[in-house]
């Protein structure tokens, strides 16, 4: 709340009008990770922790951005051609205005502060949560009707296309279209999705952030796309109709894997196994069987350490601390891998121990300290009501 009011505060100091507010959620994801640019499935969630957007018109034709944590400003004419800013941050949000005038939708002159309480670079998609938020906030600014499903898909081709990251569609999905208290199983080929209740009170999903933060995440990601490319290929050649990973059988890989670099063999059985331990991993939450769920988030972990090959020491201390510790049902690494959090479900009466325990644990191994979040399962973006007080003072 305090960081909303910081926003609104600047907004008036800074800009003129009354500005509407955004708020867009970061998200964490129980199982399936690296299975959404294979056409496959996922189960994401938005959580409580969010950016938060104070957009107005100007009538003008810039764009004026103040981003409230480096305390930075950025400006640019937004009636022509966009470039990068050779920034960092302006790109997500011009990468979105880029977006949406591709599709025919052409903001007028807007003024935009923004600031949030999800952590940079610990596999939390804060950028996703900026993109989903800029796109709405927008549409909500112009009164543009976008469906939730497309607003996904641009915001997913803003970081593509502009930002230059390769990601899948899960991040912006999910924090876009998330609900309360529900997981989302989404089927990333045809972004069809249903959600699961996940609302229980002896249960806590509990993130360890490693701190760990590498450049090789985003040029790996992107080898690990083209490897699951290579492997389509491969297999195209003796089953042409094939598209993606999501259409091939253990048993046609297995037919066909020889003629595969090994490598390459080893991260399509991680996608096939991984796409099912999603499939499974619902089918336990349909059964109210956490302890299934968790031991499948476990396998997931171990797919992604030998087979994917996108953990971490780091991480796989956590994760092997985990599995030792009182009260912990399930947890693995998230994200893309090389850095930032491990995912823990744990038992609500072995909260306080687990945290001091593993945190000692990790510290003890390693020399550093971890940071630990507990993320409550929240809305998808929304408007949220201004704050009533207008001035920094009042507020
Ligand atoms: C990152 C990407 F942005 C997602 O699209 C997804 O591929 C994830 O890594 C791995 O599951 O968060």
Known sequence: MQKLKKIVAEFYQRYEGDPILVQS??????????TDYNDGFVLPAAIDKHIFLALAENESNRGRFYAIDPGETFEADISGQLSKSGKGW???LLGVVDQLRRHGYDPGGFDCVFGGNIPIGAGLSSSAALEGGMLFGLSRLFEWEIPPVEMAKMA??????????????MDQFVSLNGKKDHAMKLDCRSLEYEFYPLKRRDIHIVLCDTRIR???ASSEYNVRRSQCEEGVRILQQHEPGINSLREVSPELLNRHGQKMDPVVF??????LEENKRVQDACRDLEENDIHAFGQRMYASHTGLRDQYEVSCAELDILVDAARTIDGVLGARMMGGGFGGCTINLVEDRYLDSFKERISQRYQKITGQPIAIYQAKIS???QLVDLPKAKTDKEL
Not at 156 to 169: L, R, S, Y
Not at 266 to 271: F, V
């Open 25 to 34: 959620p970061g998200r964490v994801n129980l199982i399936g990770e690296h």
């Open 90 to 92: 302006p790109d997500y």
């Open 156 to 169: 997913q081709k803003a970081e593509n296309d502009f930002v230059g990251v390769q990601c899948g569609i």
């Open 214 to 216: 590498r450049e090789l």
């Open 266 to 271: 080893k991260r399509c059985t991680y996608i």
């Open 379 to 381: 809305a998808g973006t």
